[in-house]
C-alpha cells in the first residue's frame, strides 16, 4: 500500500474520495473541488519553483555558519518537499480558482532540551483529563467567569449556552438532554516556552494557554518534522549544517536533566496517526450507540470558516480520517450549517438535508471555527432568529452528536480559567492530593497569573502596581479571552491600556470592570536561537529567533464520565523573530518549525 503522504498515497486517497463523492449526491461538489485543488497544487509549484531561483539569485544576506548555496539548496529542497508533500496553504481563492503555496516555516529546526520536549509530552494525558473535569463542574465554571461575561459578550454567550443546555437553567432540562447523553471529545493542544528567572538558573518549561478549540496545524506540523528530520540528516554527512545547529544547541545546553528519550534530532510527530484515532472512535462509539438504519451514511462534520485558507492542515486530517479508517468527512460553515443541518427534537439526531434516499448523519462535530466572535458576523440576537451562526451552534450543541469540543471544554481553556486555576487550590479540586501527585505535576508548569476583574486579590493588585509604578511593564502580558493571535498587550500598550481603565490615587488603584476580560501574565524569555524564515516559499530573512512548543492531546469520555481514550497526540513548535510580540501562525506573526532534541 502506498505512503499516505507519497504522490501515489496521495493520489489514491483522492480517488477513494471521489468514488464516494460520486456515490453520495450530497458531496458532489467535493469532487469538483478535488480536481481543481489537484490542477492548482501542480500549478502553483511551477510558479514557487521560478520565484525561488529568483530570489536566492540575488539573496546577499550573510548567515553565519552557512554558505550561500547551502542556503540555496536548502530552500529548493524545502519549496520542493512542500509541494510533494503539502506543507501548503491556501492563498485567497478567486471564485472556483484556487492557488497553493509553501506554509510559512523555519527552513531549519530549533534545538530543544529533549528531557522538556518529553516533560510536554508527558503533560498531555492529565491536561486532557483536567479539561474534562473542569467542564462538569458548572459552579466553577459560573463562578470563575462571572465577571467576564459582562463586558465579554461573547463569552457570556458561551457561558449562557453551557448553562442552559448542561446545566438546565432557564429553559428547563428537557432542553439540552440529547446533549447531556453524548460523549465528549477533545483534542487540545498546550502551549509552553522555555524559561528562566536569572542568570545561571536552568531553563524549566512553561505553560502559555491551554487551547481547547480548532487547535491547528496537527497535519502540517507533521510534514515540518518530516522536512527538518529530511534536511538535517541528508545534509549531515557532508557536515554543511554542523556549525549552525551546534551554535544553536548552545542556547539551551544550560538545561541539564535527563529525558528518557532515545531519539536526538528531529523526532517523528504521531499527530496524524493519534488525534484521527480519537475522532474515528468517537464516530464509532456513536454508530454502535445510534445508527441501525442502512439509509443512514454517518459522517464527521468539519466545522470550517468561510473562504478559510488553513486548509490543507484540515485536508491532511480529512484524508488520514478516511485512510486509517474510512471515517467520511462533510465541510460546511457555520452558515450553512443553520441551513441545511435539521435536529430531530424527539432523537436528537444531527442531519445533512438531502434529495436523496440516504441521509447524512453527523457522529462527531469537529470545530475547526468558532472560537472568535469574527465567526458570527450575523450578532448575537437568537429571539428574533437573525444570529444564524449562534443558533447553528446552538442546534450542534444540544444534539446527540459528539461534539469536539463540547461548551464546556471551550470554556475550561478560556485565560481566565487558565488564570483562575493557577489559585492555591484551585488545581487541588479536581486532582485532590491525597489520591496522587497530579495537581502537583500540572502547578510546575504554570507561570505568574493574575486577575484584573472583582476578584482581584492584593498579589494580583501588586503586579498591576508593577507596571503602573514600577515600569516592569516589560515583564508582563496583558491578554483577552480571544484565540488566533493579535489581541495582547505588551509594553507601553499595555501600561497605557491600565491606566486608561483605573482609577489612581497615589499609590491605590482602583480597577475598571472593564478589565475583567483580560488577565495579566508573566511574561516569558525563552532562549533565542539564529533562524532563517521562509514566508511564501521565500527567505523572509534570518535573525535571532524565540519559539514555542505545543503538545497536543486526545480524550474522548462518556456520558458518565468514563474516559475511554485520552493520550499525547503530537507536537509543533512555532518560530518567530524575537522582536515579534505576538505568536499565530494563520495571523502572520510566526512560522512553523520542529525541535531538534538535544
Not at 472560537?371 to 450578532?379: F, L
Not at 443558533?391 to 450542534?396: F, G, I, P, S, V
Not at 475511554?564 to 505576538?582: A, P
Request: charged share 25%; proline share 4%; hydrophobic share 35%.
Amino acid at each position: 500500500m502506498p505512503s499516505l503522504f507519497s504522490s501515489a498515497g496521495i493520489i489514491a486517497i483522492i480517488h477513494s474520495l471521489l468514488y464516494i463523492t460520486c456515490t453520495y449526491p450530497l458531496a458532489s461538489s467535493f469532487q469538483q473541488h478535488l480536481h481543481l485543488n489537484s490542477r492548482a497544487i501542480l500549478r502553483n509549484y511551477s510558479i514557487q519553483k521560478s520565484r525561488l531561483f529568483s530570489t536566492t539569485d540575488k539573496m546577499s544576506m550573510d548567515i553565519p555558519h552557512l554558505d550561500s548555496t547551502t542556503v540555496q539548496d536548502l530552500v529548493e529542497y524545502a519549496v520542493s518537499f512542500s509541494a510533494a508533500n503539502g506543507l501548503q496553504v491556501q492563498t485567497a481563492s478567486s471564485g472556483d480558482k484556487r492557488a497553493y503555496i509553501t506554509a510559512p516555516i523555519s527552513l531549519l529546526p530549533q534545538s530543544y532540551p529533549a528531557h522538556l520536549f518529553a516533560r510536554g509530552r508527558e503533560l498531555a494525558r492529565p491536561l486532557n483529563e483536567l479539561v474534562e473535569r473542569v467542564s462538569r463542574d458548572g459552579d466553577f465554571l459560573k463562578n470563575t467567569l462571572k465577571d467576564v461575561r459582562g463586558v465579554d459578550e461573547y463569552t457570556g454567550k458561551l457561558l449562557d449556552l453551557y448553562e442552559e443546555i448542561y446545566l438546565g437553567e432557564r429553559r428547563g432540562l428537557d432542553w439540552g438532554r440529547h446533549a447531556r447523553t453524548a460523549d465528549r471529545l477533545g483534542i487540545q493542544r498546550s502551549d509552553y516556552m522555555l524559561h528562566k528567572t536569572g542568570d545561571g538558573e536552568e531553563y524549566s518549561l512553561k505553560q502559555v494557554e491551554l487551547n481547547t478549540i480548532a487547535s491547528s496545524f496537527a497535519g502540517l506540523a507533521s510534514s515540518v518534522a518530516r522536512l527538518h528530520g529530511f534536511l538535517t540528516e541528508r545534509m549531515e554527512r557532508d557536515g554543511k549544517l554542523n556549525q549552525f545547529l551546534e551554535e544553536n544547541h548552545r542556547c539551551v545546553a544550560d538545561t541539564g536533566g535527563d529525558s528518557g528519550l532515545s531519539v536526538r534530532g528531529v523526532p517523528e510527530s504521531p499527530a496524524m496517526t493519534q488525534l484521527p484515532l480519537a475522532v474515528s472512535m468517537a464516530h464509532d462509539r456513536y454508530r454502535e450507540r445510534f445508527v441501525n438504519d442502512s439509509k443512514v451514511r454517518p459522517s464527521v462534520l468539519f466545522v470550517v470558516q468561510p473562504n478559510e485558507t488553513n486548509t490543507v492542515d484540515q485536508r491532511l486530517f480529512e484524508f488520514a480520517l478516511w485512510k486509517n479508517h474510512q471515517v467520511p468527512v462533510v465541510r460546511m460553515s457555520l452558515a450553512e450549517i443553520y441551513e441545511k443541518c435539521t435536529l430531530d427534537e424527539q432523537t436528537g439526531q444531527l442531519v445533512i438535508k438531502s434529495d436523496g434516499l440516504t441521509q447524512e448523519e453527523i457522529t462527531v462535530v469537529y470545530f475547526r471555527a468558532g472560537y472568535a466572535p469574527t465567526d458570527y458576523p450575523s450578532g448575537y440576537s437568537t429571539n428574533d432568529r437573525s444570529g444564524i451562526e449562534w443558533l447553528a451552534r446552538e442546534r450542534l450543541e444540544r444534539s446527540r452528536a459528539t461534539k469536539c469540543p463540547c461548551l464546556g471544554y471551550h470554556l475550561a481553556g478560556t485565560k481566565k480559567v487558565q488564570q483562575e486555576l493557577a489559585r492555591p487550590g484551585a488545581v487541588e479540586r479536581f486532582f485532590p492530593v491525597d489520591i496522587d501527585e497530579t495537581a502537583a505535576t500540572i502547578r510546575t508548569v504554570f507561570a505568574g497569573l493574575y486577575s484584573l476583574g472583582a476578584d482581584a486579590t492584593e498579589q494580583d493588585i501588586s503586579a498591576v502596581k508593577d507596571v503602573l509604578f514600577s515600569g516592569d511593564e516589560g515583564s508582563y502580558v496583558l491578554k483577552p479571552q480571544r484565540e488566533g493571535g493579535g489581541y495582547n498587550y505588551y509594553g507601553k500598550n499595555l501600561a497605557d491600556k491600565l491606566k486608561e481603565n483605573s482609577s489612581i490615587t497615589g499609590k491605590d488603584v482602583i480597577l475598571d470592570p472593564t478589565l475583567s476580560e483580560f488577565i495579566l501574565m508573566e511574561r516569558l524569555f525563552p532562549p533565542q536561537q539564529r533562524a532563517i524564515l521562509l514566508r511564501n516559499g521565500q527567505v523572509e530573512g534570518t535573525g535571532m529567533t524565540i519559539s514555542e512548543l505545543g503538545c497536543f492531546g486526545g480524550i474522548l469520555v462518556t456520558e458518565d464520565s468514563h474516559v475511554v481514550y485520552n493520550d499525547y497526540g503530537g507536537f509543533l513548535l512555532r518560530t518567530k523573530f524575537s522582536g515579534v510580540d505576538e505568536g499565530g501562525v494563520a495571523s502572520g506573526f510566526a512560522t512553523l518549525s520542529s525541535p531538534f532534541l538535544c
